[in-house]
């Protein structure tokens, strides 16, 4: 099961999935999107606004593989950030993967198999100015999947995070005017000064690139990683 696999990260990560042999879930807000991604991937798409925690239960609980990657950016200072925004950012991704861990949890354990994978971001590990509900929720991710890890040990669970520096997706395509309006720059200068500006390696992650290591962590070489985050960040968080 992909959360948000109608787009971008998630989307790249439900075909990797798929090609490796699994019958994938596709789960986003947007049906057209989520029907289009498991068209192409033979998968099962399912429309349910994840911010609805009583929606949850409508999803499949027998999944081995469980990504948790919905999510969306909001820009804007502290003092200006919109309360109910910064609402919703937890329930989409923090809330949602706890109910999901709770919901699929179970099947695993009883199978004695079963894989995690956690899309944070660099922002779970590190900070950036005007992005408080983002980073707040990315880094009580961590913790959750830290969490998992340690109680599904016993059971042949594993539960990563994956951490992502900038990605070619609609999500940084939206966001280039925001920080471009935020910081006082234009959007040249957002993407070659705020986005690549802590990069060592000066282009941005494509999903694929996030997709291979998700689809590694759930194959046969990867069972004693666990509780871990892999930075996939082009050294910005190595500086
Ligand atoms: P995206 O906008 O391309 O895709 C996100 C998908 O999530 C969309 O299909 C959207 O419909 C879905 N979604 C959003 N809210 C939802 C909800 N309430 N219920 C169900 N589905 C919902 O974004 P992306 O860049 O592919 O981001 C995917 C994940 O990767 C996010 O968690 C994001 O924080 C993380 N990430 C992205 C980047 C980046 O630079 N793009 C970097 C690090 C981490």
């Known amino acids: 099961m992909v959360t948000g696999a109608g787009s971008g990260i998630g989307r790249a990560c439900a075909v990797a999935l798929a090609a490796a042999g699994a019958l994938v879930h596709v789960v986003d807000l947007d049906g057209e999107s989520a029907a289009a991604a498991a068209e192409a991937i033979g998968g099962r798409a399912h429309v349910v606004d994840l911010a609805r925690g009583e929606l949850i239960g409508e999803l499949p609980a027998e999944v081995d593989i469980l990504v948790n990657n919905a999510g969306f950016q909001h820009v804007a200072p502290l003092t200006e950030f919109p309360p109910d925004?910064?609402?919703?950012?937890?329930?989409?991704?923090?809330?949602?993967?706890?109910?999901?861990?709770?919901?699929?949890?179970?099947?695993?354990?009883?199978?004695?198999?079963?894989?995690?994978?956690?899309?944070?971001?660099?922002?779970?590990?590190?900070?950036?100015?005007?992005?408080?509900?983002?980073?707040?929720?990315?880094?009580?991710?961590?913790?959750?999947?830290k969490v998992a890890a340690l109680e599904g040990a016993s059971h042949g669970v594993t539960s990563n995070c994956v951490n992502p520096g900038y990605v070619r997706t609609p999500l940084v395509e939206a966001q280039i005017e925001a920080q471009a309006a935020a910081h006082g720059i234009d959007a040249d200068q957002v993407v070659s000064d705020v986005m690549l500006g802590r990069s060592a390696i000066k282009r941005m992650i494509r999903p694929e690139e996030v997709a291979a290591v998700t689809v590694w962590l759930c194959g046969p070489h990867t069972g004693y990683i666990t509780g871990a985050s892999i930075p996939v960040d082009g050294g910005w968080t190595a500086a």
């Open 85 to 145: 925004r910064f609402e919703l950012i937890q329930k989409v991704m923090v809330q949602a993967p706890f109910l999901l861990l709770r919901r699929t949890l179970p099947h695993m354990y009883a199978h004695g198999w079963g894989r995690i994978v956690n899309i944070s971001s660099v922002h779970g590990l590190r900070a950036s100015a005007f992005k408080a509900g983002y980073v707040t929720a990315k880094h009580a991710l961590e913790g959750l999947s």
